[in-house]
């Protein structure tokens, strides 16, 4: 069986990304997803991660929200989310969205220097959401201008796949991070209850990324909030456009296609393990979500 506190990154990379196309693994801790919505994902669900993120939009249009703030996307938007931030992306009702999603770890940018320029001025600031700037980065601008030119430079490299191109990839990447510094903000926002809500929801998010395989209940979720039932349900669905007990068993579901790709685990212990206490309900439930038994997915 597979311990959850040495499997979580992988288990929640393959939450959120397991149906869409890992661009380039290039060996070191940088990915990009190639990813549609709806035809790949419906959407992705409220999350969050140690790892910085760039969302670059290719076509289409829709939502981001960062830290329960939404965002308005169309084709060639960019929304660099910093690590810890809570976030999440739809596509606009009936529009076919194209994105990339850029991960990556800012360690890979970082030195063991304790007077580093770059970690005291930009990498810690952005560990600490203590560095802002426009989100999205604004069209005609030159911040715009600068960053699209990186990312896009760091696309064709891993797209040539010459000799030598992580060296180009970490190179846009430290270009990138100098824009985000250029072009940052004087005047720091203050935290306001979206920052309170957002906090809040990072907790129980944790929690349910530890615990999810035990007994939850919106009693459970609403006390790790510190809210009371009533105005945890309505937050929740507000912010997440479900339910918790919907929101739960998705998860619960995502965790479980994961273990039998990842395990030779029986099908039982494997929805015992993530949750399900009654077998033949998730089987349904589970054939409902992926249109296919939990064996069928396991030998697809």
């Not at 190639?34 to 140690?50: A, M």
């Not at 426009?134 to 601008?141: A, V």
């Not at 669905?237 to 919907?246: I, N």
Request: with cysteine.
């Amino acid at each position: 069986m597979f311990i959850e506190s040495e499997k979580s990154m992988e288990l929640e990379e393959y939450t959120q990304y397991h149906e869409t196309k890992l661009h380039e693994r290039p060996g070191f801790p940088y990915n990009t997803y190639l990813c549609t919505i709806p035809q790949d994902l419906s959407h992705v669900g409220l999350h969050w991660h140690e790892q910085m993120e760039i969302i670059y939009i290719k076509k289409g249009s829709g939502k981001v929200s960062i830290n329960l703030t939404s965002y308005h996307v169309t084709g060639g938007s960019i929304i660099p989310v910093l690590p810890g931030e809570l976030h999440s992306i739809d596509g606009d009702p009936g529009v076919r969205m194209e994105y990339e999603n850029i991960i990556f770890s800012l360690s890979l940018l970082d030195n063991a220097d304790p007077d580093d320029w770059c970690r005291r001025h930009v990498i810690d600031p952005l560990r600490n959401h203590t560095l802002f700037f426009e989100r999205p980065i604004p069209f005609g601008t030159d911040f715009y201008r600068e960053a699209s030119a990186c990312l896009d430079a760091a696309d064709a490299a891993c797209v040539e796949r010459l000799p030598g191109y992580s060296l180009i990839i970490k190179s846009q990447l430290y270009m990138f991070l100098h824009t985000l510094y250029s072009h940052k903000l004087r005047d720091i926002p203050q935290a306001g209850t979206d920052d309170v809500h957002s906090d809040k929801l990072k907790a129980l998010l944790s929690f349910v990324r530890d615990h999810y395989g035990e007994q939850i209940t919106v009693d459970d979720a609403a006390a790790i909030t510190g809210y009371s039932s009533a105005h945890f349900m309505k937050l929740f669905k507000k912010e997440t456009g479900q339910t918790f007990v919907a929101f739960l068993n998705e998860y619960r579901l995502a965790a479980a296609s994961y273990f039998l790709k990842e395990t030779g685990d029986s099908v039982s212990s494997i929805a015992e393990t993530c949750g399900f206490d009654n077998l033949s309900y998730f089987i349904r439930s589970f054939h409902k979500k992926y249109g296919v038994s939990p064996r069928a997915y396991r030998r697809s």
